[in-house]
């Protein structure tokens, strides 16, 4: 047993045995240079070009939601998609459709190596359609994303339930992958929220469907990944919301301590609003929990923590968990639901080690935070193997009851701190969808997303480490679990593991019945990799 590197007596489970690596090569030395020097042109170059291409889509939608309003016919784009579907259709191209939208835009660790110019369909669908405050919903298209929201709902005293981090995050990419916030626990996941989708299935035509029109095809969307068509509308539930969060920062200094507290409230019968953990080591961690406040109350401080010139959320998190006493702050709302974008939650601490430096975030700190489209972008194929062999990038979906054992797992297999803790409600739907429905026939479920993002420790102390076999382990528990892999990451699970793991049945079920076979690409051609095609150090060829 090992020591906390926090002043916490409690021993930590000693690492896994590995070998020692030989000594680095001189080539090993200089791709490891080369990496840690890349903040570099981050700065230089990354950062400058993000803020240009928010700033000239900032511009895009406001000129659409004032000045073109009255010239902007959604109707018309569908038509047009349509009629780029007919013309493959005649081409006779064996390529199955895709969206044309570069993979470097994609929030994923591939980047659509399956893109070609005869199959991918333009889809330039940006904008909010409608705000319907009686019927408390919000019709946009897909491409919209989760910052443009925001700032468009939130200053009218509206949101959707769950807002997952990231700016680049879209609509149409949650609804067919996944989406969750701390929220999750009492809305579920981010298709959970979603009222009703009109998509353009395989034969051509636009379906409209709902959790009562079209019911099969509604609830085979999710976890589709773009292998039943193409959505074109997507109307979500929005809920009233108040200025401020009132957040409670709750120092946990023992795993167990941080398993049942984080348990307690996630099933309470009167959660939080929000509820999330994040864990710094293998026994240290600070939850929080947060609830929709009208003014800063008198029992915390006001935090402004979206100011560009603000220490980062986990930093500043992180802190706080030194103190023998719970800290309540009250924060913007805006401010709070963003808190990890500027940081990239901690990503950041390896693409810019510098940036919570004062001294960068109150003179570079507007320009935060790096693109994730321009990062993929000025990466090269020696930089992504760099990247996939010596890091970790996954998100885990397991059962609540199963925290422990999978917090304990992700040590041994990956040793990667700070890792995120975020609860989800699994929910009962007729018919079921990907996810299986609660066990002992319950309406809602508990799980936990832990999300491992890093380096893993084997790495830090140059010891043999393979990602492959480390992420099959974790994949081959969360099977036998009833747990889930999110589609963005990496997986190494063949197609039958796949469907061990989701229930496809609906999904496959729906693409035969709306002609998408043939049409579209089936899921476990996007996410699943094929490994006897690659060499030892062809990751690249993956993204």
């Known amino acids: 047993m090992t020591s906390s590197k926090f002043a916490n007596p409690l021993p930590v489970p000693e690492p896994r045995q590995r070998k020692k690596l030989s000594p680095p090569s001189s080539q090993e030395k200089l791709e490891d240079w080369l990496m840690d020097q890349r903040w570099i042109a981050v700065i230089l170059l990354v950062l400058p070009l993000n803020y240009l291409f928010t700033a000239y889509w900032g511009f895009r939608d406001f000129m659409v939601r004032t000045v073109l309003s009255p010239f902007r016919s959604h109707e018309r784009t569908v038509k047009y998609i349509q009629a780029q579907i007919q013309k ?12 044309r939208r570069p993979g470097a835009f994609m929030v994923t660790l591939r980047d659509g190596i399956y893109k070609k110019k005869d199959n991918a369909i333009d889809l330039p669908l940006y904008d909010i359609l409608e705000l319907d405050t009686k019927k408390k919903t919000v019709k946009v298209e897909p491409s919209v994303n989760i910052g443009q929201l925001t700032r ?10 769950v807002i997952p981090e990231y700016d680049d995050l879209t609509m149409g990419g949650m609804l067919n992958g996944y989406g969750i916030e701390g929220s999750s626990h009492k809305y579920g996941l981010f298709n959970d929220i979603v009222v009703s989708v009109d998509i353009i299935v395989g034969t051509g035509e636009v379906v409209h469907c709902s959790r009562t029109e079209n019911a099969d095809l509604f609830y085979a969307l999710p976890w589709s990944y773009g292998g039943i068509g193409f959505a074109v ?29 984080f348990t307690e409230l996630a099933e309470s019968q009167t959660p939080p609003e929000y509820l999330e953990g994040i864990q710094y080591d293998f026994h240290n961690g600070i939850l929080t929990h947060g609830d929709f406040a009208d003014k800063i109350g008198t029992d915390g401080v006001y935090n402004a923590m979206g100011k560009w010139w603000k220490p980062w959320f986990h930093r500043h998190a992180e802190l706080l968990m030194h103190k023998d006493h719970p800290t309540v702050e009250y924060i913007p709302l805006r401010d709070y639901l963003h808190r990890h974008t500027r940081s990239l939650y ?22 935060m935070p790096p693109s994730v489209t321009f990062l993929k972008l000025t990466q090269t194929k020696a930089q992504r193997d760099h990247y996939f062999h010596k890091h970790i990038a996954q998100d885990y979906l397991l059962p609540l009851d199963k925290l422990k054992e999978g917090l304990e797992l992700s040590h041994d297999v990956y040793e990667v701190y700070p890792l995120w803790l975020c609860p989800h409600a ?111 150090n062809d990751f690249a060829k993956l993204v």
């Open 88 to 99: 493959w259709r005649e081409s006779g191209s064996k390529n199955m459709l895709c969206t």
């Open 152 to 161: 468009f709902l939130i200053p009218k005293g509206w949101c959707i339930p």
């Open 233 to 261: 509308m997507i109307e979500l539930e929005i809920i009233p919301v108040k200025k401020y969060c009132r957040l409670v920062y709750e120092p946990m200094r023992t795993v167990d301590e941080m398993v049942n507290r």
């Open 346 to 367: 901690w990503e950041g601490d390896l693409i810019i080690p510098i940036g919570n430096h004062w001294l960068f975030r109150h003179t570079l700190g507007w320009l």
């Open 426 to 536: 699994v929910l009962k739907t007729t018919p079921q969808g990907a996810v299986r429905a609660p066990i002992n026939d319950q309406k809602i479920e508990q799980y936990v997303d832990i999300g491992i993002w890093g380096v893993p420790g084997a790495v830090t102390r140059r010891e043999v480490y393979d990602a492959h076999e480390a992420n099959r382990e974790y994949e081959t528990w969360l099977r036998k679990n009833r747990g889930y892999q999110a589609m963005y990451a990496i997986s190494e699970m063949t197609p039958e593991e796949f469907h061990e793991m989701f229930d496809m049945t609906l999904y496959k079920n729906a693409r035969k019945k709306y002609g998408s076979e043939g049409v579209f690409m089936d899921v476990t051609q996007k996410v699943l990799v094929n490994k006897s095609k690659l060499g030892n």
